[in-house]
């Protein structure tokens, strides 16, 4: 049973950082993409970055390249979203998920275990 449990999440301004992080169980990550996904209220769950089952490759949304850092750690089983220079419009609740592909997809239905998600809110 895999379960991917994230956190990090919480209330900064514009301009500011957080850091979320996906802790993975029950299943070990090398030989898996993982991705992170967020839904704003009223919205429907939109990509927002890619990373390949290595770590060495990455793909993100445009709305967020150049401010927001996907990682991963197969060794200690975590992902993490660096995300800097924050706006208004990146609130939202951010979800971390698992595909059984190794290589960067984007679309939602690639992934097969997804997390219970963590809220960023962004003042402005």
């Known amino acids: 049973h895999v379960q991917l449990v994230e956190s990090g999440g919480g209330l900064v301004q514009a301009g500011g950082s957080l850091r979320l992080s996906c802790a993975a169980s029950?299943?070990?990550?090398?030989?898996?993409?993982m991705g992170w996904f967020r839904q704003a209220p009223g919205k429907e769950r939109e990509f927002v970055a890619t990373?390949?089952?290595?770590?060495?490759?990455?793909n993100y949304a445009d709305s967020v390249k150049g401010r927001f850092i996907i990682s991963k750690d197969n060794a200690k089983r975590t992902v993490n979203l660096q995300m800097n220079s924050l706006r208004a419009e990146d609130t939202a609740v951010y979800y971390c998920a698992l595909s059984f592909q190794s290589g960067l997809t984007t679309k939602s239905g690639s992934y097969s275990y997804w997390g219970q998600g963590t809220q960023v809110t962004v003042s402005s």
């Open positions: 990373i390949n089952w290595s770590g060495d490759s990455t």
């Open positions: 029950g299943r070990t990550l090398y030989s898996h993409a």
